[in-house]
């Protein structure tokens, strides 16, 4: 059930990494639907522009902050989704140290914070809680096969430190904490030098450059589209009696690298090839959510196939590289038009 209790009232929602890639549609989403937004981001790996067309929207707030600091507010916050965390693992690798503290230290500040203002809680956990997993696809009961000493236990551990934090707050009756597990997410405004195999193959694509596949290809991932992962967020945030179980949020078609990689080229003309190159650390071999839980407690399944969705995400791609060109150099944009291969004018 759907809570209507707040119906009446403008609510505000609080989102930590609201600048990044994932917290920018949700504080859209959260603004169209009449809520009051106070995004809190370090911009460490997100980017202002993502929410630049927000700045003037009289119901949102931008508050530059790393949570690995305690937040202190005057305004009533109904509801705390929190998103801040790198996601690429080169990225998340770069300063594994500070990856953990924002995990551990910076969860437990929000949580802190929806305890003193009686907010509701959903943590953005991650598939990486079920690391090279063992069973396939994954379920929410499989409690994972993490290496805890590699170069991804920052993340991976961190994640979980995290979800043991959400619920024994929520076991300790401090807050009403959700957690959701989310898989592969892909669309527009991933950064093009985020690292992350969409973003990658399309940029590398669009520019002519070798695709990177690491490893052979053979690994395989689920990739979910932005808006359906959006709305699985805010349906778990408002879903009541609170499940006080992790849902995960993913799309269930699995895909090789290779595969992946294929459909990509045949979106685009392009005059790149793949180079393979070594396989990371620690590289899950494959992963596909049961979305099961998700079915049955919040009547979410995702809507935009992948190709769809990679369609969607190559034409904001396309733009977006021509606006970075146009900006650097006015001179370039023909050259980088046709480097694009832009198919549209733009
Ligand atoms: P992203 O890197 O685009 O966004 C993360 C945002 O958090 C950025 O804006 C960054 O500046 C901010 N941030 C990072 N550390 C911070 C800190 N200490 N204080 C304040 N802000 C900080 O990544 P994303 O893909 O949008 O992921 C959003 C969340 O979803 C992350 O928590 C990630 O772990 C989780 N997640 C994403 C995926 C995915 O495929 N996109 C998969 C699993 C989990
Ligand atoms: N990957 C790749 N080439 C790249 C980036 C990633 O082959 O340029 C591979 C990576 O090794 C992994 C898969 O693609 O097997 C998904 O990587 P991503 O970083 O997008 O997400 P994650 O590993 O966290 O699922």
Redesign the pocket.
């Known amino acids: 059930m759907l809570d209507s209790s707040n119906a009446r009232r403008q609510r505000t929602a609080l989102v930590a990494g609201g600048a990044g890639f994932v917290g920018s549609h949700l504080c859209d989403e959260l603004l169209a639907a009449g809520n009051r937004v106070i995004c809190v981001d370090s911009y460490l790996t997100g980017s202002p522009a993502n929410v630049a067309p927000l700045q003037n929207h009289p119901d949102f707030n931008m508050i530059e902050h790393d949570i690995c600091n305690p937040l202190v507010f005057a305004e009533h916050v109904d509801q705390i989704y929190n998103l801040a965390c790198p996601?690429?693992?080169?990225l998340y690798q770069a300063d594994p140290i500070h990856t953990m503290m924002t995990n551990v230290i910076g969860t437990a500040n929000l949580l802190q914070l929806a305890a003193r203002h009686g907010a509701s809680f959903l943590q953005a956990s991650?598939?990486?809680v079920y690391g090279d997993p063992e069973e396939h696809p994954q379920h929410e009961d499989y409690w994972g096969h993490v290496n805890c000493t590699g170069p991804?236990a920052c993340?991976d551990e961190g994640k979980r430190a995290a979800e043991a934090l959400c619920f024994d707050s929520l076991r300790a009756g401090d807050v009403d904490a959700r957690v959701v597990r989310i898989?592969?997410t892909?669309g527009p405004r991933m950064q093009p030098n985020d690292?992350?195999?969409?973003?990658?193959?399309i940029v590398?694509a669009l520019r002519d450059e070798p695709?990177?596949?690491?490893?052979n290809?053979a690994?395989t991932?689920s990739f979910c589209y932005v808006s359906d992962l959006v709305d699985g967020l805010t349906r778990l945030m408002n879903v009541q009696p609170n499940p006080a179980v992790p849902v995960n949020i993913g799309n269930p078609g699995e895909f090789t690298?290779a595969e992946?990689?294929d459909m990509v080229c045949a979106m685009l003309p392009t005059r790149s090839r793949v180079l393979n190159?070594p396989?990371?650390a620690d590289?899950?071999?494959r992963?596909r959510p049961d979305i099961a839980r998700a079915r049955e407690l919040l009547g979410w399944e995702p809507k935009i196939s992948l190709d769809d969705g990679l369609s969607r995400t190559i034409a904001w791609f396309q733009h977006a590289l021509l606006e970075q060109a146009r900006h650097q150099n006015p001179g370039t944009s023909a050259k980088v038009a046709r480097a694009a291969g832009s198919s549209q004018g733009i």
């Open positions: 996601a690429s693992p080169p991650t598939s990486e991804r993340y898989f592969n892909y690292g992350r195999i969409v973003s990658n193959l590398q695709l990177t596949i690491y490893g290809g690994q991932r690298i992946l990689a190159g396989l990371p590289d899950p071999q992963r």
